[in-house]
């Protein structure tokens, strides 16, 4: 099971945002939905050992 977020808000109130392995494809001059948030949540997983990130400008 896995999960893709198209131009998703990147952003989850309980803590634990991803259970499972998750593409997110935003891109960096959107104004609706700022990558940032985005960007932020895979440093997160990344640093927690929690998945591989990858980014593509």
Known sequence: MASI????????????????????LSG???????AARCVALAN???EQHRGRVLVLD
């Open 5 to 24: 977020g198209l131009y998703p808000g990147c952003g989850s109130p309980d803590g634990n945002p991803v259970i499972v392995p998750l593409l997110a």
């Open 28 to 34: 960096g001059l959107d104004d609706w939905t700022p």
């Open 44 to 46: 997160m997983l990344a």
